[in-house]
Structures are given as structure tokens and as C-alpha cells.
């Protein structure tokens, strides 16, 4: 309810930390067994995420003033406790926080680099409700070795916001690891004239008032917190339905104001085809932004993929919309499982290719054999590595492996193994091990020594097909 807000909460119950004399330590004088852990225990990323609850909803609302690169509002998150409780904890970079409630209560809370420990007494199994009102600079990750630029990126009109695989916590409070997924609402005020683009759809056509325009988007399926986007800026906008019959948005910066109808159109076509080889949509729009900000790549962000910078060709349209059914319908549970998600959208890009008579998967295969690196074969995709996420590897070798497995088990099998995955796990969550058992079920194969050579050998496996 309206009063839940944190934005008119006593800022007296919050603080700033570390203070050492307020509450009493009595008062935060934890047992280990009811504080929830820092991390959610991915071994990648050990502070990514937090343990003892899970998100069921955001609802953010947030407005952004690109000049001053202010960022300012409230996260509301529905979550439910996982154990008894005492305190827990959500990934935030930087920002002010000026209260924090549960339940509409105000709630005591301190800051520990990324942690925000809020303080409550909560049931195991208990549905609570807890705001945080903050504002600030957003603090994107720059340059990092292995992942870039990513996160809340403040640009000449908006921002570009991509956040695989933890850079959520750059704009908004969360359980920012993908194994906790949740359905989002987002109320985006900018100015006049700048336009909001956020996951799923629009609720409304958006409202200016007082040179301030507010935009309403709601994400009703599941989805990982790397997903959720707020890019903001000068956009035109194209909407429809596709041949098909999915709603459609593409938007391009003014840059790119001459791809809009191509990225339009090819988004559209190539979900439609999605679907006959992938099963049925998992999400209520798809569609495309280009925005002008040089990322030097992609993201998958849910019902509307990101480019950064440039103009995007089929193949990596292929790409970014195959991660609609692997990588955002189906999550990987852990990073070390991302091929999952990247190996298959890199298949998609040779399957689509085969669709369009460009040559087939066998022909993508082989080159890719052919020009693999040394470093590829070293590099087993199976378990992927926290300080190469993104390496070609876990793209390239990962795609061969799902052609050494097509070509082992037939497409008779391989198809619609890629149907039932996507079925089985819809909005969930998945493991590697997973995927290998359900293609020795529907194959009646043992599988083990292909995917051994594929995904968890660092050695080149013979070429196949
Ligand atoms: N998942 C994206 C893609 O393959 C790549 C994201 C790269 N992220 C990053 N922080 N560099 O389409
Ligand atoms: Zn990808």
C-alpha cells in the first residue's frame, strides 16, 4: 500500500555505517543461524546475492535527470523468508539510503560495501514487503578486465543500462545473482522529451506533467536481476505486431534512426522462427534497442535486447533473441554453467543462418573448428571461468558442442530435446548436469565421453559430422 513507501519513512531508524553505538548491540547481537548470508553461494561471486529469502516482485520507481546524472526513488521487493530471520541483506553500489521499512515499519539498516543489512525479526516462510528509498550518481563498473562496462551506464541523453552479470546493484537494491528470479514493475520519470524503455510492456500511455514525463512498464514473468534494464535517452520508436502475432517494440537512437525499421522487422521475423524451433515464446513482447553508447557488444536484456553502439546485423539479432528462451526463460543457477546460455544463442546464430540458406550448422561447425584458437581448446565451456565470463570458448566451443551432439543423436532427437528443455524449465532455473540427463533420456544414449570432450576436457576433441 501507499503508506508502505519508504520515501516518507523516519529517517531516524536509518543510518549510515558503520556506527558502532546505535541500535544497542543487544539488539544486533546475532546468532549466525537467523542473520541471512551475505552471498547466495555461488563460489564465482561470493558476495553476489544473499542468503535466507527470495524475491517474488520489484517494483521500482525511480526518476533519472540525464544532466545531473541523478538517479533517485524507491525499491519495493516482495520477498518470502527461507529461514527465520534476524537481519538480511541486498546487493547496492554506492547511493545514499534514507530508509528503509519492512512491512511498513521503519527498519535499522548499515552499509558494508556492496551489502545493505537491513534488521528485522521475520518467520521462516514469512511473506514480507520491504522499500528502500535511496538516490545518488549511479557508479557503473568500468573497464573491468574480464566484463567491461556494465551496469547503470550514464550517457550524453540517458543511460545504457546493461548489467550481466552483477551490475543490478548499480541502480537498484536487489538479490542480484540469477538463481533468485522476480517479476518487475518499473515507474521511470525523466524529462520531457527523453524517452523510458524498460522489460515487458507498457501499462498506459506515459504521463507528462510539469515538463517531467513518467513511464510505466511492467515485466509480468519471471526474470534474472542482470536482465532488468532502465535505458534512457532520445529514442524513436517503432511498435506493431509481429507476422506472427507477438507485440513488438524497436527503438533506435537518433544515430540509428535508419536501422529502426530493420531491426524492427528482423526482430520480429526471427522470433516468429524462434518459436518453431525453440517452442512457444516465453514473454508477452520482443523487440530491440540501439542505443548510441560503443558497449562493443550486446545484451539480452528481457523482451527487448540492447545494442551497444552499432548497428545490429541477424546474426547477432539471432543471438540476443535465441537468449529469450536460454539464458532469460531458463536461467543458469550458477555462472559456472553460462554456457548454457551462450553456447546455445551462438548455435542459434548458426541454425539461423542455416534457415536462411547461408549455410548450414555442419558448414558453421566446421569453420569454427577450423579457426578455433589454441586457447578455445584449453578452455573447457562446461565449467566456465570467473575471470573469463565471456570467453570465445564458452560461445564458440560451446555451440560445437551442441552440433557434436545433434549430429550424434539425430535431429529426430535434437530438436525436440531443444523443445523439451525449454518446456520442462520454463521460467526456472538450470544446471549443465540437468541438460546431459535429459539428453541421454530422450536420446537412449550414455552421452558422457561426448560431453566430456565438448564442455569438461582441455583438449581438442575430433571433428564430427
Ligand atoms: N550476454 C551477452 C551476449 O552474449 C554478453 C554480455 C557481456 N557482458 C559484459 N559485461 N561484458 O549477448
Ligand atoms: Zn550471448
Not at 60 to 89: C, M, V, W
Not at 259 to 280: E, K
Not at 308 to 333: R, T, V, Y
Request: glycine share 10%; with cysteine; aromatic share 12%.
Amino acid at each position: 500500500s501507499a503508506s508502505n513507501s519508504a520515501t516518507g519513512a523516519d529517517n531516524a531508524a536509518g543510518r549510515e555505517a558503520p556506527i558502532a553505538s546505535n541500535p544497542p548491540a543487544a539488539a544486533r547481537s546475532v546468532s549466525a543461524a537467523t542473520a541471512g548470508t551475505t552471498g547466495i553461494g555461488d563460489p564465482y561471486f561470493p558476495g553476489d546475492g544473499n542468503g535466507g529469502y527470495d524475491v517474488t516482485h520489484y517494483a521500482l520507481a525511480l526518476a533519472y535527470e540525464p544532466r545531473s546524472k541523478h538517479l533517485g526513488g524507491s525499491a519495493t521487493i516482495d520477498a518470502k523468508a527461507t529461514q527465520e530471520l534476524s537481519q538480511f541483506n541486498l546487493d547496492l553500489h554506492g547511493f545514499t539510503v534514507s530508509a528503509v521499512t519492512v512491512n511498513g515499519r521503519p527498519a535499522q539498516f548499515e552499509r558494508h560495501g556492496d551489502e545493505l543489512t537491513i534488521f528485522s525479526d521475520l518467520r521462516d516462510g514469512a511473506a514480507f514487503k520491504v522499500a528502500v528509498a535511496y538516490a545518488g550518481t549511479p557508479d557503473p563498473v568500468q573497464n573491468s578486465s574480464n566484463l567491461g562496462s556494465y551496469g547503470f551506464i550514464p550517457t550524453a541523453d540517458g543511460a545504457f543500462v546493461t548489467c550481466e552479470p552483477n551490475g543490478a546493484k548499480t541502480w537498484f537494491p536487489s538479490n542480484d545473482h540469477p538463481s533468485d528470479k522476480a517479476t518487475f514493475d518499473f515507474t521511470l520519470t525523466v524529462p520531457e522529451g527523453v524517452t523510458a524503455i524498460a522489460n515487458g510492456e507498457l501499462a498506459g500511455t506515459p504521463q507528462t506533467k510539469d515538463g517531467k514525463t513518467t513511464f510505466v512498464w511492467r515485466e509480468s514473468n519471471p526474470m534474472v536481476t542482470y536482465l532488468a534494464t532502465m535505458t534512457t535517452g532520445k529514442f524513436q520508436v517503432r511498435t506493431g505486431d509481429s507476422p506472427g502475432g507477438i507485440p513488438v517494440y524497436a527503438a533506435t537512437d537518433p544515430r540509428f534512426s535508419k536501422s529502426l525499421n530493420s531491426l524492427y522487422d528482423q526482430s520480429a521475423r526471427i522470433t516468429d522462427y524462434w518459436t518453431t524451433v525453440f517452442g512457444p515464446y516465453p514473454f508477452k513482447s520482443t523487440g530491440g534497442v540501439v542505443d548510441d553508447f560503443a558497449a562493443g557488444y550486446a545484451l539480452e536484456n528481457q523482451t527487448k535486447p540492447i545494442y551497444g553502439g552499432f548497428e545490429p546485423d541477424e546474426g547477432i539479432i539471432a543471438h540476443e533473441l535465441a537468449h529469450q528462451w536460454f539464458g532469460n526463460s531458463l536461467s543458469i543457477n550458477r555462472w559456472k554453467d553460462l554456457w548454457l546460455n551462450e553456447g546455445f544463442a551462438t548455435y542459434a546464430e548458426w541454425l539461423w543462418s542455416e534457415h536462411r540458406g547461408n549455410g548450414t550448422a555442419q558448414q558453421s561447425f566446421e569453420d569454427a573448428y577450423a579457426s578455433a584458437t589454441d586457447e578455445i581448446w584449453k578452455y573447457p565451456p562446461g565449467v566456465t571461468r570467473p575471470n573469463d565470463l565471456f570467453n570465445a570458448s564458452v560461445y564458440v566451443r560451446g555451440g560445437m558442442a551442441l552440433h557434436a551432439l545433434r549430429t550424434e543423436i539425430g535431429d529426430t532427437k535434437f530438436f525436440p530435446l531443444l523443445k523439451k528443455w525449454t518446456a520442462d524449465h520454463r521460467y526456472g532455473n538450470v544446471t549443465t548436469e540437468q541438460f546431459i540427463d535429459m539428453a541421454e533420456k530422450i536420446s537412449g544414449e550414455q552421452l558422457d565421453d561426448l560431453f566430456d570432450a565438448w564442455l569438461f576436457k582441455p583438449a581438442k576433441p575430433a571433428s564430427v559430422g
